[in-house]
């Protein structure tokens, strides 16, 4: 493969296209269901329930300190499925490229791609590429899909959170969003700032194994970051969701950084980190359950689920006061005010 | 963080707490003057704890807030106009003008760059030479100075394509236009910090002499605030008005005179409009002619369109702390958090904005 | 209208008199960092000092001894006034 750019031709379907596959896709992503090129992967069916999610990826950068795209769209996918207790089984994986887009660049995209699903044990079996002209795409987009199965006794979703619950964060937060922030032009800020992109399904695992039934509720604080995902569960479970201020974990780098730009880290992206809400009495076991593992090695109580109004979220402050945490209406931006 | 986590520590903050339970001795009613200072105490969950007997009311210091619908239209058309694009602070994003913002603008193609800093809006204007780099100036005295110093480096290294449209603001004119209203009942001000930073406590005697105000000088942090908050009580309660300085790590009495110097050899006064307000003469500041190549009034031949505040909108009032937001006509109507029609809205932490999220049972 | 943090000043560059020379300085806190313009800070800092930063630009340069002041301003309950104790 000779280009060193995307052409048209390689979204063709042509001979262009199959040399993209052969030389690139089948390269690194190598599985005998990818292997077999047909129009749809055939998989073995389990008795039980399928989770089946989706997600889509443009950010920009494409490469960043923790990650890109690539691993960013493995992970994101990987979580979704562990958010509902399910164990990810496989992923689709579909590309728009940009037409004049660096093969070296989209090389180096697959490569991390196929390393994040080994290091997961999730392969990619099914795929597609389509080429825009130039400037109708922004070098690379990427959507996947996944499917993972659901044991039988498994039932988490924000409406099963209950008063007294804890809330659980499984690491630090923000680090995602402020990463990809300071990476803009202009808001330019040097350190140790990296993407948290993880995959969590063997965290949620372990903690599925340890404490069945008494895990209610994940979710994954990704875009509007922590406090948008809790009004999220607040107002699906009509209740009220304390935070303690004090307890909230972050890197010293990360609240600097949103300290200068004026963000606040309860509203940045995390893409390696889960919020659990756990029966109250567990909360200890469970805090143990994830600390004990790579992923939530940070891992901390932040809260806890009250009676009260549907769908309001309030931290705590050091001095004794407190205060009401909206949803955000759109993306968080640096200010000076 | 050095000199900013020493001023959050509990261990500081809550025997203030204490004190200020016990330190409003007559009811009062005080204005935060600084947008940065309404964001702090809200942060803090200072309002919840506040005593009874003291209120708080927020003032005119949001620079993007009282920025007027007129400019923001011109703001808007200048980044529509083909060849330009604008830099802006992320505060300017979704103010609105009368037929939206900039990040509509920016979502039909307009070119709307997000800066940190006015030096970053001139690295822009450096890097992309054939196009005219306007950064849209909107702040108070601490922001000032360092347009101004952007300006200037752009004069001294003979940059061509880079321009700022000055809606500079600065205090205490606005406070006099506000204070002059014999309707309008405050008995203190909490001063602006890193403003007084610039131009020294002693800018806000004449004021507290003037309309026998308390005011006090106050940092941003927990424990500042809170002595701010128990200073002004005292102060009223023994009726013994004066300027205080709760912040003399960052705020000298006289002042930032290297700060101004810089500032006065780029701009002069003006007439300026403050959304909500209306013109406040002197309120403001215009490059000077001998820096009119960076002027982009000039440079660009803009014309303010004649943007009407619209009917009913009582931010005026509201700023004054003479009416409440559930007094005015498009409060939670027309005028709502994703819909923003005045200053007090338009902040995030405004009077009718808080309103509006938390109600009134905080 | 001021969001301005302190920060530690870790290289300084340029001629405080002369405009037409970079006047830098790289500051960091907390393990981040970044240039900042020193032309309207009050007084040129020397490397180890601290700055408070507002919009990429230095605007006041922080003396350990105000700042110790400060605290023990904010420490001291009831009778004295900020005057008494600045004095």
């Not at chain 1, 079996?125 to 109708?136: A, E, I, M, N, S």
């Not at chain 1, 891992?299 to 945490?325: H, Q």
């Not at chain 2, 000055?166 to 205090?171: G, L, V």
């Not at chain 2, 931010?315 to 709502?336: D, Q, V, Y």
Request: charged residues 20%; hydrophobic residues 40%.
């Amino acid at each position: 493969m000779g280009e060193k750019t995307i052409l048209l031709d390689h979204g063709s379907g042509g001979l262009a296209s199959q040399q993209l596959i052969a030389d690139l896709f089948l390269k690194y992503l190598d599985n005998k269901t990818l292997h077999s090129l047909e129009d749809s992967a055939i998989l073995q069916n389990r008795r039980g329930r399928l989770a089946f999610t989706t997600d889509s990826y443009v950010v920009d950068p494409i490469f960043f300190p923790g990650g890109d795209i690539g691993k960013l769209a493995v992970h994101g996918t990987i979580n979704d499925l562990a958010m509902r207790g399910a164990v990810p089984y496989c992923l689709s994986l579909g590309l728009i490229l940009e037409e004049g887009f660096a093969m070296d660049e989209l090389e180096k995209i697959i490569v991390s791609i196929s390393e994040a699903c080994k290091e997961a044990g999730v392969p990619v079996v099914t795929g597609d590429t389509k080429v825009v002209p130039r400037g109708k795409g922004d070098k690379i987009f990427i959507n996947t899909s996944g499917i993972g199965f659901v044991a039988k006794d498994i039932d988490i979703s924000s409406k099963n959170a209950k008063e007294g619950d804890a809330v659980l964060l499984s690491g630090t937060m923000g680090d995602h969003g402020i990463t990809i922030m300071t990476r803009r032009a202009g808001i330019a800020v040097q350190g140790d700032l990296q993407s948290d992109t993880m995959p969590l399904h063997n965290l949620v695992a372990a903690l599925l194994a340890e404490l069945p039934g008494d895990i209610h509720t994940l979710r994954d604080p990704t875009r509007g970051g922590v406090a948008t995902t809790l009004n999220e569960v607040a107002t699906a479970s009509g209740l009220s969701i304390e935070l303690s201020d004090e307890s909230l974990p972050i890197r010293p780098q990360v609240r600097a950084a949103c300290e200068l730009l004026g963000l606040e880290p309860l509203y940045l992206a995390n893409e390696g980190k889960c919020l659990a809400i756990v029966s109250g009495s567990q909360a200890e076991k469970a805090l143990a359950v994830m600390r004990a593992t790579k992923e939530g090695k940070d891992a901390a109580i932040i809260g806890r689920l009250v009676a009260g109004r549907s769908g309001r979220v309030i931290i705590n402050t050091p001095v004794g006061g407190a205060r009401v945490v909206t949803p955000l209406h759109g993306m968080p931006l640096p200010r000076i005010c | 963080m050095k000199y900013l986590d020493e001023y959050r520590d509990v261990s500081l903050a809550r025997p203030l707490v204490e004190e200020l339970k016990n330190a409003v001795t007559k009811p009062l009613r005080i204005m935060e003057v600084c947008g940065s200072h309404t964001m702090a105490i809200f942060r803090n969950g200072l309002r919840s704890i506040l005593p009874p007997g003291m209120e708080l009311v927020s003032g005119p210091g949001c620079p993007v807030c009282v920025t007027s619908a007129s400019h923001m239209d011109a703001f808007i058309s200048m980044a529509d106009r083909p060849g330009v694009r604008v830099a802006i602070f992320g505060d300017l994003f979704r103010v609105p003008g009368t037929k939206g913002s900039l990040a509509e603008a920016s979502s039909r193609g307009a070119k709307v760059d997000i800066v940190y800093s006015p030096m970053d809006a001139l690295d822009i204007a450096v890097k992309n030479p054939h196009e005219l780099v306007v950064f849209l100036g909107v702040g108070f005295e601490t922001t000032t100075p360092g347009i101004a110093a952007t300006i200037l480096t752009a004069h001294n290294t003979k940059v061509r394509n880079f321009m700022v449209f000055s809606t500079q603001k600065t205090m205490p004119a606005p406070m006099e236009a506000l204070l002059s209203d014999p309707a309008l009942k405050i008995d203190g001000l909490l001063c602006p910090g890193h403003v007084s930073s610039i131009i020294g406590a002693g800018t806000w005697e004449p004021l507290a002499r003037k309309y026998n105000l308390a005011c006090v000088v106050s940092g941003f942090e927990t424990a500042d605030l809170l002595k701010s908050l128990i200073l002004l009580a005292r102060q009223v309660g023994n009726n013994d008005i004066k300027v205080e300085n709760v912040y003399p790590r960052a705020v000298s009495w006289e002042g930032n005179s290297r700060a101004a110097k810089v500032v006065d050899e780029i701009f002069e006064a003006a007439d300026m409009d403050w959304r909500g307000l209306g013109r406040i003469p002197s309120s403001g500041l215009k490059i000077r002619e001998k820096y009119a190549e960076f002027d982009a009034e000039v440079r660009l031949d803009i014309k303010l369109p004649e943007a009407k505040e619209p009917k009913g909108c009582m931010c005026g009032n509201i700023l004054k702390g003479m009416s409440t937001p559930r007094e005015c006509p498009l409060f939670a109507t027309r005028c709502n958090t994703a819909n923003p029609i005045g200053p007090c809205m338009v902040s995030s932490e405004g009077t009718c904005a808080a309103y509006y999220k938390y109600g009134r049972d905080e | 209208m001021c969001l301005a943090i302190p920060m530690r000043v870790v290289s300084v560059q340029g001629d405080p008199d002369d405009f037409t020379t970079h006047q830098l300085a790289t500051v960091d806190a907390d393990g981040i960092s970044r240039e900042v313009r020193l032309e309207i800070v009050d007084h040129w800092p020397a490397v180890g000092d601290y700055v408070i930063v507002h919009a990429g630009f230095a605007i006041h340069s922080l003396v350990e001894e105000e700042a110790l002041k400060n605290i023990a301003l904010l420490r001291e309950l009831a009778e004295k006034t900020p005057e008494e104790l600045l004095s």
